[in-house]
């Protein structure tokens, strides 16, 4: 079996599992990433099992129908909304996930948060030129922060943000007050949502439902002091709209660890913007995570090895073949 390991960015892959544990394989680790389909095909299309670290290699029908050998796909965490799920299942191509481990996107959120409203990157690249002392922050007490989304991680957003004495809303398409109460915050339209926030922090899953979620008229209605976050996915941020309010002032700032594409382009106009905090899709990117993934990636492909899968996203794979 040949299996391909995409966009180790870090080269760190080698040392977060046991990958000698894995009899009559041959792994190759890819630190570079490729965007072009033509190259992503003969790049893989001799690899029998291949895993994405998330989506930062989208896997649509076009490419999946041009890999004849792929037989497990997998991704790290428990879904990817970058894999044709159907175009892998039609061609009878398993789809497995992994476990993941600790609360990076939570703890990326509040470093971005506390990055700009302290200039902690401006400072830092400052001090370094000897200008001391160039700017007065802002404080989180008694500010509002805004959730879009009350789900695993916007829940532990609002707990920090309780601990910090702030006022916590929250929204989305299924939230109760109930689920809101019981994460210490308050259920308001989705109008006031962005209306009261100072701070908008966004923790939905990317789907038809969400995609452009935030876009020129949820924008209008922010405050020209406020942040936005997002630490979720880039598409549910309508970005012409956001980089035009950030150009503008219509938007204090925005801390960004997801784009519309990634990697972003290095002319990509938000690379210009001194309101802005940009990290490379971090969130989950931390010791304890990568172990997980890559640990449950070898879990995997020794069960699917063994003729027992674990983790499967496409079940209707293994309904066909029984």
């Not at 400052?126 to 879009?148: A, C, D, M, N, Q």
């Not at 707990?159 to 299924?174: C, E, G, R, T």
């Not at 630490?231 to 784009?259: C, K, M, N, W, Y």
Request: proline share 5%.
């Amino acid at each position: 079996m040949r299996v391909a390991i995409l966009d180790d960015y870090q080269s760190i892959a080698k040392d977060m599992a046991d990958w000698n544990s894995l009899s009559s394989t041959t792994i190759s680790f890819f630190p570079d990433h490729l965007s072009q389909e033509h190259d992503l095909v003969s790049r893989l299309k001799d690899f029998d099992i291949i895993m994405g670290m998330r989506e930062r290699t989208p896997f649509p029908k076009s490419l999946i129908d041009q890999l004849p050998n792929l037989k497990l796909l997998i991704t790290s965490g428990a879904r990817n909304a970058s894999f044709d799920l159907e175009a892998a299942t039609n061609q009878g191509i398993l789809v497995c996930g992994t476990q993941g481990s600790g609360e990076g996107p939570t703890e990326l959120t509040w470093g971005l948060i506390l990055a700009l409203l302290r200039n902690i990157p401006q400072e830092d690249r400052l001090t370094r030129e000897g200008k001391w002392g160039t700017s007065v922050g802002i404080g989180l007490k008694g500010k509002t922060i805004g959730l879009l989304g009350l789900g695993h991680i916007g829940s532990l957003v609002a707990k920090i943000a309780n601990a910090f004495d702030m006022k916590v809303v929250a929204w989305s398409q299924n939230l109760t007050p109930e689920r809101a109460e019981a994460c210490d915050s308050t259920l308001v339209s989705k109008t006031e949502l962005f209306q009261l926030s100072d701070i908008l922090s966004i923790h939905v899953r990317l789907s038809e439902r969400t995609r452009g979620l935030v876009g020129e008229p949820e924008l209008n209605l922010m405050k020209k002091t406020a942040y936005l976050i997002n630490i979720s996915r880039g598409p549910i941020v309508d970005e012409s709209a956001l980089i035009s309010h950030l150009e503008s002032q219509q938007l204090a700032g925005a801390g960004l660890d997801t784009f519309d594409v990634e990697p972003i382009s290095p002319n990509h106009p938000l690379l210009s913007l001194p309101n802005v905090v940009l990290t490379p899709h971090i969130g989950y990117v931390t010791q304890e995570g990568y172990r997980a993934f890559y640990q449950g990636v070898v879990e995997n492909i020794k069960a699917f090895m063994s003729g027992e899968p674990i983790r499967v996203i496409n079940q209707e794979v293994l309904n066909k073949k029984t």
